[in-house]
Nanobody, 117 residues
Framework: VALVESGGGLVNNGGSLRLSCLAS????????MSWWRQAPGKERELVAS????????NYGDFVKGRFTISADNTKATVYLQMNSLKPEDTAVYYC???????????WGRGTQVTVSS
């Protein structure tokens, strides 16, 4: 069982990145899929979430229409499309899965996103 994030990197102010999170040996059914981020010296914060059974999404206030979370169940992959990136978006981005019905949860190891000014 593993969550493997990819797609991070260095991008200019205003640029775009698409993060991917491959769920190895896991189904995305009945899961709450989410992306979190943690900048140096700051607490980890929720970026976006997607509930598989309802397709309801939720975004952090700072996203303001710039990011989109989605999932492809056939590929067991969760995506985060990030547009109009700002230097303050610089952080390690983590993928997380929660069961909708139990206390089970699993974190990925993170991928670094750096936005240059």
């Amino acid at each position: 069982v593993a969550l493997v994030e990819s797609g991070g990197g260095l991008v200019n102010n205003g640029g775009s990145l698409r993060l991917s999170c491959l769920a190895s040996d896991l189904s995305l059914n009945n899961k709450i899929m989410s992306w979190w981020r943690q900048a140096p010296g700051k607490e980890r914060e929720l970026v976006a979430s997607l509930t598989s059974s309802s397709n309801v999404t939720n975004y952090g206030d700072f996203v303001k229409g710039r990011f989109t979370i989605s999932a492809d169940n056939t590929k067991a992959t969760v995506y985060l499309q990030m547009n109009s990136l700002k230097p303050e978006d610089t952080a390690v981005y983590y993928c997380k899965l929660d069961s909708e019905y139990t206390t089970w949860k699993f974190w990925g190891r993170g991928t670094q996103v750096t936005v240059s000014s």
